[in-house]
């Protein structure tokens, strides 16, 4: 018998899974299995811009995965938030495997949206999918905690419809680390970027600069506040399928 809570957010809540249809559920098992992980893997979109770090999606933007993301970014089902922090968490474990990066806090740092856009969708996708993610992987035993540290410092226009190279130029030196960025990221093994999406690469590319920039991470650009050896990596919800095709046929060296 369904909860008395759970009748009420039949009342408030899409009665229909965002992924497929289903009736009278906000994402069916289906739907969540898609989301589960399971098909996480590296990414590279081609061409790769300069300065892209290593990528990991949970998997791949088509059908449900597509459909759930846009519910989420475009149409305010906001709850949907945990079931998509779940899936990159997974991608940011994965991606914290093996890797370099020693003992420390893992620092989530989500690609942040133009305020016109926060506006209009009356919330920050990548940031709220972030903050889900963090929850989950505390929970897993990760410290994780998200440092809001980067801000359009210039209007870009809006990338739907634009190239890869279109792209590039609409976002070059767009980021900055807000000031006092390194307080938020301090004690950090792992800074990773984070966002919901990954088409062509320029957005998180601009996101890895304006770090690297700040010195928030150790290496030629490092400064005063960089975290002795922190990795530098981005995870994502979803990436299209040549992207994992490609990572996957790639010849061993």
């Not at 408030?12 to 898609?34: F, I, K, S």
């Not at 190239?163 to 900055?176: I, T």
Request: net charge positive; glycine share 14%; charged share 20%.
């Amino acid at each position: 018998m369904r909860g008395w809570w759970q009748e009420l957010a039949g009342l408030v809540l899409p009665v229909d899974c965002a992924g497929c249809g289903a009736l009278r559920v906000l994402v069916c098992a289906e739907c969540r299995e898609v989301l589960s992980g399971a098909g996480e893997g590296p990414v590279r979109p081609s061409p790769s811009p300069a300065g892209l770090p290593a990528v990991r999606a949970a998997a791949v933007y088509e059908g449900a995965v597509r459909s759930l993301l846009l519910a989420h970014k475009e149409r305010g089902a906001l709850p949907l938030a945990g079931v998509l922090g779940g899936a990159l968490a997974a991608a940011v474990l994965a991606g914290a495997r093996g890797g370099p990066g020693g003992a420390g806090d893992v620092v989530l740092v989500p690609v942040p949206s133009a305020r016109r856009q926060v506006r209009a969708r009356g919330h920050d996708p990548a940031r709220r999918i972030a903050l889900a993610a963090a929850g989950r992987l505390r929970r897993a035993g990760v410290p994780a905690r998200v440092a809001p540290v980067l801000a359009l410092r210039r209007a870009v226009a809006d990338q739907a419809g634009l190239g890869a190279r279109q792209r590039r130029e609409n976002l070059a030196g767009a980021l900055a680390v807000r000031r006092g960025g390194w307080r938020l990221t301090a004690g950090a093994a792992r800074i990773v970027l984070v966002d919901d999406l990954i088409t062509t690469g320029a957005t998180l590319a601009e996101a890895a600069r304006a770090v690297r920039a700040a010195g928030l991470v150790t290496g030629p650009a490092a400064g005063a506040g960089a975290n002795p050896g922190a990795a530098l990596r981005a995870a994502v919800v979803a990436a299209p399928a040549d992207s994992f095709r490609r990572i996957e046929r790639a010849p061993r060296v």
